[in-house]
């Protein structure tokens, strides 16, 4: 396991940061992340780099995920919208550059609603320079979501020791027609982050945006990230979530994005994972799931979706 000692020590002997500011404090490493071991090495009080290690979580699945984002951001370096793999990198580590900016997070902490919708035109941009992005032989598959998998991943066995999250599987699993319908029309066509949230989503200066954590990414659906986005907008954006989608849309299409708009069965697949994650990130913050109802009301908004899916497929 990858500490912050070993990680501090890495950035020394690899030239990150001098032995002088080492010493005298200048120089510190944060432990963050919750699947993987991340690491922040500050100087001065300024990140220099991130380091990811494959925790315990992600590593139940069978799937090295740092591996897979450190094989993704290698092939799409050059594309501008993925960090800079510093050279500090093992076969157990990944070293990223910061990424300058400040995230959607930061400007829904600030309260900058009109940042936030300026946000989503240039995430609409950087989506659609992602989707168009040729895919290599090299590239992983972006893994189902859980929903649409016959067995639930490893990671996810532990649910069964709470209601909640037991409750958000059990429902996917009430609406195989639902699931059905967006595992029979997901294709695998394009690059695909797989995780568009308010962390990942980072605006520069210059009014651009980036993303990180490609932990997630590989050849998938590029509607699931739109899906994502929508999700994203209505956290953030709860009475402008229409404005921001038609920002994010025109930016996209303007930018020759591919993407089909994501079908209703889709956005339930993505509330439900939404659902799922919420419920068991409360224990990270020692929180009972559904805690503030948050829960309750993404299983409302997917039963809203499956039961408007259903009724445009009738059968006449």
Same mark, same amino acid.
């Given at each position: 396991?990858?500490?912050?000692?070993?990680? @501090?020590?890495?950035?020394?002997?690899?030239?990150?940061?001098?032995?002088?500011?080492?010493?005298?404090?200048?120089?510190?490493?944060?432990?963050?992340?919750?699947?993987?071991?991340?690491?922040?090495?500050?100087?001065?009080?300024?990140?220099?780099?991130?380091? %990811? !290690?494959?925790?315990?979580?992600?590593?139940?699945?069978?799937?090295? =995920?740092? !591996?897979?984002?450190?094989?993704?951001?290698?092939?799409?370096?050059?594309?501008?919208?993925?960090?800079?793999?510093?050279?500090?990198?093992?076969?157990?580590?990944?070293?990223?550059?910061?990424?300058? $900016?400040?995230?959607? /997070?930061? @400007?829904?902490?600030? #309260?900058?609603?009109? $940042?936030?919708?300026? #946000?989503? *035109?240039?995430?609409?941009?950087?989506?659609?320079?992602?989707?168009?992005?040729?895919?290599?032989?090299?590239?992983?598959?972006?893994?189902?979501?859980?929903?649409?998998?016959?067995? +639930?991943?490893?990671?996810?066995? =532990?649910?069964?020791?709470?209601?909640?999250?037991?409750?958000?599987?059990?429902?996917?699993?009430?609406?195989?027609?639902?699931?059905?319908?967006?595992?029979? *029309?997901?294709?695998?066509?394009?690059?695909?982050? $797989?995780?568009?949230?308010?962390?990942?989503?980072?605006?520069?200066?210059? $009014?651009? /945006?980036? +993303?990180?954590?490609?932990?997630?990414?590989?050849?998938?659906?590029? =509607?699931?990230?739109?899906?994502?986005?929508?999700?994203?907008?209505?956290?953030?954006?709860?009475?402008?979530?229409?404005?921001?989608?038609?920002?994010?849309?025109?930016?996209?299409?303007?930018?020759? #994005?591919? *993407? !089909?708009?994501?079908?209703?069965?889709?956005?339930?697949?993505?509330? @439900?994972?939404?659902?799922?994650?919420? /419920?068991?990130?409360?224990?990270?913050?020692?929180?009972?799931?559904?805690?503030?109802?948050?829960?309750? %009301?993404?299983?409302?908004?997917?039963?809203? +979706?499956?039961?408007?899916?259903?009724?445009?497929?009738?059968?006449?």
């Amino acid at each position: 396991m990858t500490t912050a000692a070993q990680s @501090l020590a890495q950035a020394v002997r690899g030239g990150l940061v001098d032995t002088r500011s080492t010493l005298t404090g200048q120089v510190s490493v944060a432990a963050i992340g919750a699947s993987n071991i991340v690491h922040r090495v500050d100087k001065a009080d300024r990140a220099v780099a991130y380091v %990811k !290690a494959t925790g315990m979580a992600a590593g139940l699945d069978g799937d090295d =995920s740092v !591996a897979r984002e450190r094989l993704v951001v290698g092939l799409l370096a050059g594309t501008s919208i993925v960090p800079t793999p510093l050279s500090l990198s093992t076969e157990s580590e990944l070293w990223l550059a910061p990424v300058a $900016g400040a995230s959607l /997070a930061d @400007l829904s902490f600030a #309260g900058d609603a009109s $940042g936030i919708t300026a #946000g989503f *035109a240039a995430l609409g941009t950087t989506l659609a320079q992602l989707h168009r992005t040729p895919l290599p032989a090299q590239a992983p598959r972006l893994r189902l979501p859980w929903p649409l998998l016959d067995h +639930l991943p490893p990671h996810m066995d =532990s649910a069964k020791h709470h209601a909640v999250p037991t409750l958000v599987i059990e429902t996917a699993r009430s609406w195989p027609d639902v699931m059905a319908a967006a595992a029979q *029309a997901w294709r695998a066509t394009a690059w695909t982050h $797989g995780d568009v949230s308010a962390m990942n989503v980072i605006l520069a200066s210059d $009014g651009s /945006a980036r +993303l990180i954590d490609w932990e997630s990414a590989g050849a998938g659906d590029p =509607s699931w990230d739109l899906a994502g986005a929508q999700m994203l907008a209505a956290a953030l954006l709860p009475g402008q979530v229409e404005i921001a989608m038609a920002r994010l849309r025109h930016a996209y299409r303007a930018a020759g #994005g591919p *993407a !089909a708009e994501p079908s209703r069965a889709l956005r339930c697949v993505r509330t @439900l994972c939404a659902a799922y994650q919420v /419920a068991v990130g409360a224990f990270t913050v020692d929180r009972q799931p559904d805690y503030d109802g948050s829960v309750t %009301k993404l299983l409302k908004d997917a039963a809203l +979706l499956a039961d408007t899916h259903r009724s445009h497929h009738v059968l006449p």
